[in-house]
């Protein structure tokens, strides 16, 4: 496995998929939201695109077993899985002003949801992924106050009893001077995983 440093986290995820996946793969991005990882891309791929404020009536449920469920097996090339950084019993509303974070726009999970929702990746992705099929997963590193949240190294060593770990990617984080520092992250990963 390869581990790199990249300076800059602008189109990383557009790159990395680039390299790792072919033009007009299916891709599955379980967190498209907005669709901000694919803006400005001109792309060949095939997306099949999941919103989960839409997907779901309460926009903090994180477990998406339900809907890979319904999916077929062996039926994507790709997954991409870009979640929610901070869990939300450490965050307070006056964390979340303080920190000119969007209620709206920012979904947070409880540690429970996200222990949950990993468990079930761990088992729904190797079965929804075609073979030699490619997980890419988009995760910070962060703190909340003093206490540290290594999500990017849980998610690597559940991901990788079900599938072959086979590049991760790290961001350094600039943050301005104006930002907050109760609520800050360190590095972005990008973990790349092959079925």
């Not at 870009?82 to 307070?92: A, L, R, V």
């Not at 949950?116 to 590193?141: A, C, H, W, Y």
């Not at 072959?164 to 590095?187: A, L």
Request: hydrophobic share 35%; net charge positive.
């Amino acid at each position: 496995m390869n581990t790199c440093f990249i300076d800059s986290t602008n189109n990383a995820f557009q790159k990395i998929l680039k390299f790792f996946v072919r033009r007009n793969s299916t891709v599955l991005d379980l967190t498209y939201g907005r669709g901000l990882s694919w803006q400005n891309m001109d792309t060949d791929y095939r997306i099949i695109k999941v919103d989960k404020r839409k997907l779901f009536k309460d926009v903090i449920k994180s477990d998406f077993n339900e809907y890979l469920n319904k999916k077929e097996g062996n039926s994507v090339d790709c997954i991409y899985f870009d979640p929610p950084y901070y869990f939300k019993e450490k965050i307070t509303r006056f964390d979340i002003k303080k920190q000119m974070l969007d209620e709206e726009d920012e979904v947070f999970w409880t540690q429970k949801e996200f222990e949950q929702s990993i468990n079930n990746l761990q088992r729904e992705i190797p079965r929804v992924l075609k073979v030699k099929g490619t997980f890419i997963v988009k995760i910070m590193d962060g703190y909340v106050g003093k206490n540290y949240y290594p999500l990017a190294f849980d998610i690597f060593n559940k991901m990788s009893k079900t599938l072959r770990p086979i590049s991760t990617f790290i961001c350094p984080i600039q943050k301005p001077d104006n930002v907050s520092t109760f609520i800050r992250s360190n590095h972005i990963y990008y973990l790349i995983f092959e079925k």
